[in-house]
Structures are given as C-alpha cells and as structure tokens.
C-alpha cells in the first residue's frame, strides 16, 4: 500500500545549524501531491510547503524542499534553525483514490529541538 | 479564508460511555477528515467523508462511528470509552480538486477514567 517514511524519532539540532529532515515516498500513483506540515507543541498541524512538481524547489518561512519523483523524495532544509522551529514534522503525500476521494498519509513524524 | 471549529475542546469520559466530537467547517469543503494523534504515533486516519452523508473507513475505524449530516459538519462518536485512554482528536477538511491541502482544527483532548 501506500507509505511514507520520514528520519525517525527525535532530532536534535544547535541553533544556527542546517535543518535536513528526510522524507521518502511508496506508491503506485505517479502524480502525487507532496506536503510538509509543522505542528508546534499544543497547536494542530498547519500547512508548511507542498510541491506537485518534479524537480523544481518550493520555499516557504525559510524552509525549502524540491520534488524528485525518480527516487520518490521530498526532504526539507533550512539554511540556519531557529528556537521556533521545534516542532513535529510531518511529511504526507497526498493520493486519489478515485470514488474513494483523497487520504493523506501520515508517518510518525519528526520532532525538531532545536537548541541555544 | 475559513475556519474549523471542534467542539468540546476537552471531553473527559467514563470507562464504556459513548462520546461523541463535533466538527464544524465554513471553508465550502467536499471532504471532511477524522484523525487520532498519540504521542509517538503520528496521525492516523478513523474516517472521512467526500460528500454530506458519505463515509469512508481510515486505518482506525474500530470502535468509532462517524455521521456527516451536512456539507458543513461532520461529528465522531466513540462507541465505547476505553480505560485510561488518552489522545487528541482532529478534525480537518479539503477541497476535492487542486492541490487537496487539507486545513485542520484545534483539536479535541480526550481523557477517559
């Protein structure tokens, strides 16, 4: 079936240091929706990039990530991490499932720290 | 712009009791969305629905029931409460065409004795 997988757990950053959360892709669809939610302690998750694209990059609050469909990957960076941007990641690509409408799938996440 | 609305925002339970969470939507969207969040556990999918009295069944639709009675409002019922059970609920809601980002709302924190 359909599968997202994300770097796993908990990442621990300095301030000041690149962000790369990695994200990876499982589906028969060739034309998915890419998205990149942030979820910040006690908040819901709210839209952060999303990409339909292949290979072009797709910025947004400073963050980046580019589509690349030939190894199904859609990782975030960020130049410098800030204090604010600890938070649950979550990567989702979207798919149709025709009469059956559209499902996001959802990992585990990727929670951010960064540090002082 | 529009806004989801869910309601209670904290709901605490008894062991076995029936729950139900509303969920309100002024976006104009066709699909409304039901996920469950534990810690260490993502999001994962109880029910959606595409159109007003049409439903779908996610990875956890075990133990809940779900009635979309209006394009606007889409309510979860908790069958039966179990013990100590502790998670947020979410509502969300997208368009059917386009990019389909789906909007969520605050969320409801379930607390059952």
């Known amino acids: 079936g359909d599968s997202v997988t994300q770097t796993e757990g908990l990442v621990t950053l300095t301030e000041g240091l690149p962000v790369m959360l990695n994200c990876t892709y499982q589906?028969?669809?060739?034309?998915?929706?890419l998205f990149w939610y942030v979820q910040h302690l006690n908040e819901s998750p709210r839209l952060l990039l999303k990409?339909?694209?292949?290979?072009k990059r797709t910025e947004h609050q400073g963050f980046h990530a580019t589509l690349h469909k030939s190894s199904s990957s859609f990782h975030l960076q960020k130049s410098s991490a800030q204090l604010s941007d600890s938070a649950l990641y979550y990567c989702?690509?979207?798919?149709?499932?025709?009469?059956?409408?559209?499902?996001?799938?959802f990992g585990i996440g990727t929670l951010l720290s960064v540090k002082p | 712009g529009g806004i989801i609305t869910q309601t209670p925002k904290f709901l605490i339970g008894q062991e076995g009791q029936k729950l139900t969470l509303k969920c309100q939507q002024n976006?104009?969207?066709?699909?409304m969305y039901w996920y469950r969040q534990d810690s260490g556990k993502g999001l994962r999918l109880i029910y959606y629905?595409?159109?007003?009295?049409?439903?779908q069944k996610g990875d956890l639709s075990e133990g809940y029931d779900a009635s979309r009675e209006k394009k606007s409002s889409f309510s979860l019922t908790v069958t039966s409460a179990q013990k100590n059970e502790m998670a947020v609920f979410l509502c969300?809601?997208?368009?059917?065409?386009?990019?389909?980002?789906?909007?969520f709302g605050p969320g409801t924190r379930l607390t059952v004795l």
């Open positions: 990409s339909f694209t292949d290979n």
């Open positions: 976006f104009n969207h066709d699909t």
């Open positions: 969300a809601s997208s368009r059917t065409g386009g990019a389909r980002e789906q909007y």
């Open positions: 589906t028969i669809y060739s034309n998915p929706f």
């Open positions: 629905s595409i159109t007003e009295n049409d439903l």
């Open positions: 989702a690509p979207s798919m149709n499932y025709g009469s059956s409408g559209n499902k996001l799938i």
